[in-house]
């Protein structure tokens, strides 16, 4: 049995995009059904151990589009379009926060950027922080907005942003260790 989806199910697709659309949970399991193991596939392909957690975003997103599916193609390439850029993004938000581990170490070189130790040690010091000072920080160092874009965003001022962000790093150095400093 082909994995790939009839020549009729062209309709089909443009209908259960409509019903998913409307918050059929029905057709969300029937379309789950049909495409989960194509677009599982290519999230292994694509990224490797992350694979399962792209694939169930990718239906996430699938959710909130599908009102703007335009229903003139099968369905597949549409959700393999939706994994492509949930895999992509993954890549950046992980390219940040490498950099993210780079600065709080000073930039120094005998930082190992893909140590699960170092890793496992910044996201326990980033749990620590404060919500308000913990959002500065990832929005700033990992999302890479500025001080005035934050605080467009949260709504306070930008003064309150610069202080967040000093009282956050000062902190996750103080929880991080002499290295850090």
Known sequence: MSSEPRVDAVENDAELLRQVAAGDLEALGQLYDRYFPAVLAFCRRAAG???EDLAQETFLTAVRAAP???G???C?????GIAARCVLHKRRSFARFQALLQRFANGSAAVDQRDPDLTRRLEQALA?????KRVVVILAEAEGLTGEEIAKQLGIPVGTVWTRLYHAKRQLRGLLGE???
Not at 76 to 80: A, H, K, Y
Not at 128 to 132: D, H, I, S, Y
């Open 68 to 70: 703007n599916y335009d």
């Open 49 to 51: 151990q992350d694979a």
């Open 76 to 80: 597949r390439p549409w959700l393999l």
């Open 179 to 181: 290295e850090w400093t």
């Open 72 to 74: 003139r193609e099968i």
């Open 128 to 132: 620590e922080l404060p919500a308000a």
